[in-house]
């Protein structure tokens, strides 16, 4: 069985890579936004014709993204949701709530110190990790019902 996971949410640490080097023995597909930051902001004006307005600029970013992140999230069997060291990433607790709505399965990954901040987020996941290695975990036991050694 192959597992479809997106992974979502703050695109400054390396989070994504340790996930997908941990479960590169497993039967895993990932997908994920575009993490080049300037690529994601930038990519509607880039395709569609430059903007004066900043505040339309971003619009036509957040739409071609959205496109990208609704696939992504609409044919995923799990999604996983990170949240940094600034737990305010709107677009993360989005991608959750529209998974949540989508019924996936959700894996937050945060930090102890925003528990009660994302209480809501991860009253709608399945489970709540600390760290990249606890998610590879789930998967392995997910994919064999193998625990860790």
């Known amino acids: 069985m192959?597992?479809?996971?997106?992974?979502?949410?703050?695109?400054?640490?390396?989070?994504?890579?340790?996930?997908?080097?941990?479960?590169?023995?497993?039967?895993?597909?990932?997908?994920?936004?575009?993490?080049?930051?300037?690529?994601?902001?930038?990519?509607?004006?880039?395709?569609?014709?430059?903007?004066?307005?900043?505040?339309w600029h971003d619009h036509k970013g957040a739409k071609l993204n959205a496109i990208r992140t609704r696939?992504?999230?609409?044919?995923?069997?799990v999604v996983v949701v990170r949240f940094g060291e600034k737990y305010k990433q709107w677009n993360a607790a989005f991608d959750a709530g529209y998974a949540a709505a989508l019924g996936k399965s959700i894996i937050v990954l945060s930090m102890p110190e925003h528990q009660h901040a994302l209480k809501e987020v991860h009253a709608a996941a399945l489970a709540v990790a600390e760290e990249p290695k606890q998610v590879v975990e789930m998967l392995r036991y997910v994919l064999g019902g193998t625990l860790p050694a």
Request: hydrophobic share 40%.
């Open 71 to 77: 696939k992504g999230i609409e044919d995923a069997d």
């Open 2 to 55: 192959t597992l479809k996971v997106y992974l979502s949410g703050e695109i400054h640490t390396d989070w994504r890579e340790q996930i997908i080097e941990g479960a590169k023995d497993l039967d895993v597909r990932f997908a994920s936004p575009v993490t080049d930051h300037a690529a994601s902001d930038d990519c509607g004006v880039a395709i569609l014709g430059a903007e004066d307005n900043k505040f």
